[in-house]
């Protein structure tokens, strides 16, 4: 199980390897709509967990609902170890429209959705995919504290915050990660993710490979070269150094690459390694 050589993170009282796997690319092209293959897909994942990723992240958006819908076709029902991470907040009016929605009533439409599609009674980590400017955030985040005190949230974690949102959300709920955008290439999360480890919760990087920017720089190739490892290996890894609550969930619809990611797990940067990767 390559993915578990990275070692492992607690999520409340859950306990996950910490190299993830992000399910958000099963869905078609544009995450909008179906995949060209369902059948591939669901090999895919099921090849995931195989692997030894034992944290999964969807959204009710990715596809929409697609992604969800075929998480639980290819595993459920779930292995005891494998923890899904899925979001509410976002709907696709249309294939490129990614709008916000924190109403308390969407909020509740989209837990029981999200509940109905991975066949669960509860979600282990629901999280509030992104702030919107038009509800109060205490409101939709005291939403999901009701949601989750109904019995059908396990643990409540955040996406796209800033650190004055993570403290609003904290004196309102136990808030257990935060999913912002994080890569070699954009630091711009730098001080939520030293906020995270001063609470001690997890930090899930959106975009760990920068969607394939990451992947590009002079610095990361001369580092695979001197390892031995892909760029992707590379970029994975100095996420994993960057800090113990690091969870990565690099994304791919090929088994070749969710094979090449997992194997980052093992690959040992050294502190000259991180420095170069760092300037
Ligand atoms: N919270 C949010 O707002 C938010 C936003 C975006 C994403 N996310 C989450 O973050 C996860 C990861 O994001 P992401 O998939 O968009 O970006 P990513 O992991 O940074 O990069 C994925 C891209 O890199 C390619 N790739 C993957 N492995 C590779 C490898 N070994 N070598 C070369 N190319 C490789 C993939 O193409 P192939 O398919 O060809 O491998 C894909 O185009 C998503 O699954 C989702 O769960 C969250």
Not at 46 to 74: C, K, M, N, Q
Not at 139 to 161: M, P
Not at 194 to 205: D, L, R, T
Not at 262 to 270: E, K, M, Y
Request: charged content about 25%; some cysteine; overall charge positive.
């Amino acid at each position: 199980m390559p993915a578990a050589a990275a070692g492992t993170l607690r999520l409340g009282d859950l306990t996950v390897n910490r190299m993830a796997f992000g399910a958000m690319r099963v869905a078609g092209p544009d995450i909008w709509g179906e995949p060209r293959d369902r059948a591939a897909m669901r090999k895919l994942l099921a090849r995931a967990f195989e692997l030894g990723h034992t944290f999964f992240d969807t959204a009710d958006s990715y596809g929409p609902d697609v992604s969800e819908t075929l998480i639980a076709e290819a595993l459920h029902p779930f292995p005891k170890e494998l923890v899904i991470g899925t979001k509410g907040g976002l709907v696709r009016p249309s294939r490129h429209r990614w709008d916000r929605d924190g109403r308390p009533e969407h909020l509740r439409g989209a837990v029981d959705g999200s509940l109905k599609r991975l066949r669960l009674e509860r979600i282990d980590l629901y999280q509030f995919h992104a702030p919107d400017p038009s509800v109060p955030f205490a409101e939709s985040v005291g939403t999901l504290a009701e949601l989750q005190r109904a019995g059908k949230i396990r643990h409540l974690g955040l996406s796209n915050v800033s650190v004055r949102e993570l403290g609003e959300a904290r004196r309102i709920a136990t808030i257990v990660s935060v999913q912002n955008e994080y890569n070699l290439e954009n630091r711009s999360s730098d001080d939520v993710l030293a906020a995270c480890e001063k609470a001690g919760i997890a930090f899930i990087p959106w975009y760990p490979l920068g969607a394939g920017r990451a992947l590009r720089p002079a610095k990361v190739k001369r580092v695979a070269v001197r390892l031995g490892a892909t760029p992707a290996q590379v970029a994975i890894a100095w996420l994993l150094a960057r800090s113990p609550l690091m969870l990565p969930i690099p994304g791919t619809s090929s088994i070749a690459h969710l094979e090449e990611n997992a194997a980052a797990a093992a690959l040992g940067l050294t502190p000259d390694d991180v420095a170069v990767l760092d300037g």
